[in-house]
């Protein structure tokens, strides 16, 4: 992220007082932007960074408050999972027709690998915190 604030810096500066900029940096914005949100995702969950609204659940017992967690765990697990499928069609179906970058041609399948690579972290993080869970439940 920081090297695309500076790269972004760059080219502005040099598009204002040298009339050139950074050849292709719209797209090395766009795709490390997005790569750096899918790399993200799994330290999010981990971390519990996630947006949680608990407009309904403020005044819940703590037993009431694990279970929605346990429950959010397996969703969030099979979303990561349908996430996965759907993102390997379309990174194979852009290797096959070997999609790139408009200026820099630059092959996009690979940027699909690191979504699913992340996303599939992201599910085995979920699975973790539900195998948690459960494993305390079986203990107590």
Not at 43 to 51: D, R, S, T, W
Request: charged residues 15%; proline residues 1%.
């Amino acid at each position: 992220m920081l090297a695309l604030a500076f790269m972004t810096v760059v080219s502005i500066v040099g598009r204002s007082t040298m009339g050139a900029a950074v050849e292709g940096d719209y797209e090395l914005v766009e795709i490390g932007l997005g790569i750096a949100v899918f790399l993200f995702l799994p330290e999010c969950y981990l971390k519990q960074g996630h947006v949680v609204v608990d407009l309904f659940t403020a005044h819940c017992r703590l037993v009431t408050i694990r279970r929605l967690e346990a429950l959010s765990d397996l969703l969030f697990a099979l979303v990561s999972a349908v996430l996965v499928w759907r993102m390997s069609l379309s990174g194979m179906e852009a290797y096959d027709y070997m999609e790139q970058s408009m200026i820099l041609e630059l092959p996009l399948w690979w940027v699909f690998a690191v979504g699913i690579v992340s996303l599939i972290l992201m599910g085995l993080c979920s699975l973790h915190n539900l195998y948690i869970y459960l494993f305390r439940r079986l203990v107590r």
